[in-house]
């Protein structure tokens, strides 16, 4: 029996793309996460006050669509980690920590919605944010099993749309390129990926070399003015090519961003649409306003009632306490 037949046979049944559930591979108690990353989710307060009101899929979507700006595990600049050695120096992806990214907690919000296959094709489909369909990606790559992390990027490998996934910006990138290196690569940032099988990886080694050669098959000799055509196959976070660049901005110039990249997709909200989605995060910001004064407000007031209490014990303890000693002075001077 061959290595990748052994452990055919010891990986759980491959899941059925037919059925609409989509079963969890893995930790289902961790979602395969980083138990530093985790716990930091599970303690952030964005996390269990914010995020806990919303209770559905378009309301976690468009979260996304309004918070997002990284794909990064940690805020830019919250993690010390400077003259830490070894498990606490961000050794294969345990760190000291710091303030969990927007994008981590919204990820894991996602997987306590236990997310239908349907809602997780929508997530990679959507056009109305790169890092709606990114954390679509991210989604997969955590919860679903090695043999079909292929099957669910394939027809995304050479998505030409632009994405930052880097903090503070400047990593700018191409959504198939962020594909191949969640594919080929376990690092991420300051974290790790779930661990690939070796014959796994192997399967998906050869099926990116294979995807590769028919794609520079059927492209022209001379693309974008001689340029090399296995660029897209490399992972090169901001190392973008300046004709591509240039051929992009002729794009949307001429045709806009609705048939950019030739793929049939519906065109994007226009600015009415627009105008009514920031009115409603403005009252959304308003809500969350007034939620933080309120619960400010009762932790006041409940610091108070509890000191009262305290200071209501502390005297009726010191009453009991004179009592006794007046029992006591009594007692004395009746048996002198």
């Not at 138990?35 to 559905?56: D, R």
């Not at 010390?80 to 894991?108: D, N, P, W």
């Amino acid at each position: 029996m061959s290595e990748v037949e052994e452990y055919n046979t010891q990986k759980p049944g491959k899941t059925s793309k037919q059925h609409n559930i989509l079963p969890i591979w893995g930790n289902e108690q961790t979602m395969n996460l980083n138990p530093l990353i985790l716990a930091n989710i599970q303690g952030s307060s964005y996390f269990k006050v914010h995020l806990f009101k919303l209770k559905t899929y378009h309301e976690v979507v468009d979260e996304i669509y309004y918070q997002v700006k990284h794909l990064e595990p940690w805020e830019r600049g919250s993690r010390k980690t400077a003259g830490q050695t070894g498990m606490c120096g961000g050794v294969r992806g345990v760190g000291a920590g710091g303030i969990v990214s927007t994008a981590f907690c919204l990820l894991y919000k996602l997987y306590t919605l236990r997310l239908t296959r349907k809602q997780v094709n929508g997530l990679l489909q959507h056009t109305d944010s790169p890092y709606i369909r990114a954390l679509g990606f991210m989604y997969i790559r955590y919860t679903q099993p090695p043999a079909d992390l292929f099957d669910w990027y394939a027809d995304y490998l050479d998505d030409e749309e632009e994405v930052d996934p880097r903090a503070g910006g400047g990593g700018s990138t191409t959504m198939g390129a962020l594909v191949r290196q969640m594919l080929i690569k376990l690092d991420w940032f300051s974290t790790l990926f779930p661990r690939i099988p070796v014959p796994i990886q192997k399967q998906i080694e050869q099926k990116l070399a294979e995807h590769n050669r028919q794609s520079n098959a059927a492209k022209p000799t001379a693309n974008y003015r001689g340029g090399n055509s296995n660029a897209s196959s490399n992972y090169s976070t901001g190392r973008m090519d300046s004709d591509r660049r240039e051929h992009d901005d002729r794009d949307r110039r001429d045709y806009g961003d609705g048939d950019r990249y030739g793929k049939d997709r519906p065109l994007r909200r226009d600015d009415r649409d627009r105008d009514r989605e920031r009115d409603r995060e403005r009252e959304r910001d308003r809500d969350r306003r007034d939620r933080d004064r309120d619960y400010n407000r009762d932790r006041d007031h409940n610091r108070d009632r509890n000191r009262e209490r305290s200071r209501s014990r502390d005297r009726h303890q010191d009453k009991a306490r004179d009592r006794h000693r007046q029992r006591s002075r009594s007692r004395d001077r009746r048996y002198r």
